[in-house]
């Protein structure tokens, strides 16, 4: 079936260094993904989308990369900061029911100094 | 601009009791969504809704009720609690039907059945 799953459970990343979050899915007909980030006691909070006919998109620090042939997905985030600890999931919406959005199992960021 | 907001933030409740989750938006989204987030099970989609008056069911509806009255609310009933229901749970809103729109969350209610 369809899943959006994320490849490693934990990274740890010493503060100034990048950051790569990767991320499978299966569906070869998703056209969008999401990626979210939350903090501790805090809801998801969006940080970064990509539609399928985009390779690449960039925001402030961070940037998706969309590979298409391979079925993944990873978020980059440059010089890496102590906020930037929290867990970090990609989704997509379901294509089977009202934009239900399909999350992966999270990926820990651990920053250090 | 509060955006998506839950209330309460925490609740312990026994086993049988009854209540109701708040959420209020003020960003004029149509979709409305109720997400519960258990450890290693994810965000659950529990119910949503496409605008006032119109619900549906998630993939975990059962022991849970929902129903919209206006734009800006969607409060999330348990019927008779029970302890499976602990978990935290999140309202989200999107801005239209089209799915490739982000959903924007608020901060959850940690709910404790004993």
């Known amino acids: 079936g369809e899943s959006v799953g994320l490849h490693l459970p934990t990274l740890s990343v010493q503060e100034g260094d990048n950051s790569i979050i990767n991320c499978a899915y299966s569906?070869?007909?998703?056209?969008?993904f999401i990626w979210y980030k939350q903090e501790s006691g805090k809801g998801p909070q969006f940080i970064i989308d990509?539609?399928?006919?985009?390779d690449k998109r960039q925001g402030q620090r961070v940037t998706v990369l969309l590979n298409k042939t391979v079925k993944h997905l990873s978020l980059q985030i440059a010089a890496t900061q102590p906020g930037d600890s929290a867990v970090y999931f990609c989704?997509?919406?379901?294509?089977?029911?009202?934009?239900?959005?399909?999350f992966g199992a999270g990926t820990q960021v651990v920053v250090t100094p | 601009n509060a955006g998506v907001t839950q209330t309460p933030k925490f609740q312990v409740l026994k086993t049988g009791q009854s209540m109701t989750l708040q959420c209020a938006q003020d960003?004029?989204?149509?979709?409305m969504s109720w997400y519960r987030q258990d450890p290693g099970m994810g965000l659950r989609l529990i119910h949503y809704?496409?605008?006032?008056?119109?619900?549906d069911q998630g993939e975990v509806p059962n022991g849970y009720n929902v129903s919209r009255s206006t734009t800006e609310d969607f409060p999330l009933r348990l019927l008779s609690a029970a302890p499976s229901q602990t978990s935290v749970y999140f309202c989200?809103?999107?801005?239209?039907?089209?799915?490739?729109?982000?959903?924007?969350f608020g901060d959850g209610t940690r709910l404790s059945i004993l």
């Open positions: 809704s496409v605008g006032a008056g119109i619900t």
């Open positions: 960003m004029n989204h149509e979709y």
């Open positions: 989704a997509e919406p379901r294509t089977d029911s009202w934009g239900k959005l399909q």
């Open positions: 569906n070869s007909a998703s056209d969008y």
């Open positions: 989200a809103t999107r801005a239209g039907f089209g799915g490739n729109q982000p959903q924007h």
């Open positions: 990509i539609r399928s006919n985009m």
